[in-house]
């Protein structure tokens, strides 16, 4: 069973960045589709980038495209969401997913087995 933890969450200035982690342990994260999501208070949870199973390509909701990017170390078993030029609609508690099973449609809109407890993200001035 994978476990994932997540970390590098904190408080930044709208227009500011950073950079979360996501530590695997349990099996090797490169057989897994990868993915981050966000929930803001009272919104329900959104999917924000993820990896598909099938050939590693990234896709990205349009609301962050060009400001975020995924990434993936296979030889440390560790997942990254780069965020640059946040907004405080932004602020919100960032979750870690994966999932070992093939999938054939977009890994934005795939089940997710595999979570991780979230990482609390602010941004304001």
């Known amino acids: 069973q994978l476990q994932l933890v997540e970390s590098g969450g904190g408080s930044v200035q709208p227009g500011g960045s950073l950079r979360l982690s996501c530590a695997a342990s349990?099996?090797?994260?490169?057989?897994?589709?990868i993915g981050w999501f966000r929930q803001a208070p009272g919104k329900e949870r959104e999917a924000v980038t993820c990896?598909?199973?099938?050939?590693?390509?990234?896709a990205y909701a349009d609301s962050v495209k060009g400001r975020f990017t995924i990434s993936r170390d296979s030889a440390n078993n560790m997942v990254y969401l780069q965020m640059s030029a946040l907004n405080a609609d932004e602020k919100a508690v960032y979750y870690c997913a994966a999932d070992g099973r093939f999938y054939f449609g977009t890994c934005l809109r795939r089940p997710y087995d595999n979570w991780g407890q979230g990482t609390q993200v602010t941004v304001s001035s």
């Open positions: 349990g099996s090797t994260v490169a057989n897994y589709g």
């Open positions: 990896i598909n199973i099938r050939d590693g390509s990234p």
